[in-house]
């Protein structure tokens, strides 16, 4: 069964560093998302990413994050200096439409964030 | 007025008993609504989802009630099994024309199934 797969599974870093987090999509799938989720607490939206650029983002997606699809598979998260704060599992997930239609996104393990 | 609220917090139940988790929301242009079902170490995976044209939705051992004029809706599971211990999110989503396209999760609700 396909899978979104992401890497790397965690990561510790120190505060101030730059982080990217990579992620490789369902194959035909052509929306993206970036979803995080702090220890314990909900799932939160971060960023979507449709025919190259960003649809939409949140208020938590600010100047430090940025996204990325190098190629043709990857679709990756950089934060520019990480913070306490973004300690956190960051999801990738991919559609294969927009999510309003099917509401079914499908999410990878996770990427797990640690700054120090 | 993006916000979904989940409760309860957490749920143990025994095998074969019914689990409920029931779901509020504000926004009105949310308009679908999926549950989705989290592993420890995994990702979110959907499990059932409904639109607000019908009032439920059944998929083996898994229901959607949705009262629209309430704005809320639950999750039952039937004959729960130690399989389905889990943390449950309902999410809701507007309809495409509201022009979002992210998912607004509730808090989530872990559920235990004693043998």
């Known amino acids: 069964e396909p899978e979104v797969t992401q890497t790397p599974s965690h990561q510790v870093t120190q505060m101030g560093q730059e982080v990217i987090l990579r992620c490789v999509p369902i194959?035909?799938?052509?929306?993206f998302y970036w979803y995080r989720q702090i220890l314990g607490q909900k799932v939160e939206f971060l960023v979507s990413?449709?025919?190259?650029?960003?649809?939409?983002k949140s208020e938590i997606f600010d100047d430090q994050f940025s996204v990325e699809r190098p190629d043709g598979s990857n679709f990756t998260l950089k934060i520019r200096s990480t913070k306490l704060e973004d300690s956190a599992m960051y999801f990738c997930?991919?559609?294969?439409?927009?999510?309003?239609?099917?509401?079914?996104?499908?999410f990878g393990e996770g990427s797990r964030l640690t700054v120090l | 007025q993006q916000q979904v609220k989940q409760s309860p917090q957490s749920l143990i139940v025994q095998k074969g008993g019914i689990s409920i988790i029931n779901c509020a929301y504000e926004?009105?242009?949310?308009?679908?609504f999926p549950w989705y079902q989290q592993f420890p170490g995994k990702g979110p995976a959907l499990l059932i989802a409904?639109?607000?044209?019908?009032s439920e939705k059944k998929e083996g051992r898994f229901t959607i009630s949705f009262n629209k004029s309430a704005k809320q809706f639950s999750l039952h599971i039937m004959d729960s099994q130690p399989g389905d211990s889990a943390t449950y999110f309902c999410?809701?989503?507007?309809?495409?024309?509201?022009?979002?396209?992210?998912?607004?999760f509730g808090k989530g609700t872990k559920l235990s199934v004693i043998p």
């Open positions: 997930a991919s559609s294969e439409g927009p999510a309003a239609n099917t509401g079914e996104l499908f």
């Open positions: 194959s035909n799938h052509l929306y």
């Open positions: 990413f449709y025919n190259n650029e960003i649809s939409e």
């Open positions: 926004n009105t242009a949310f308009d679908y």
């Open positions: 409904i639109r607000p044209d019908v």
């Open positions: 999410a809701a989503i507007p309809y495409s024309g509201a022009g979002s396209y992210q998912l607004t």
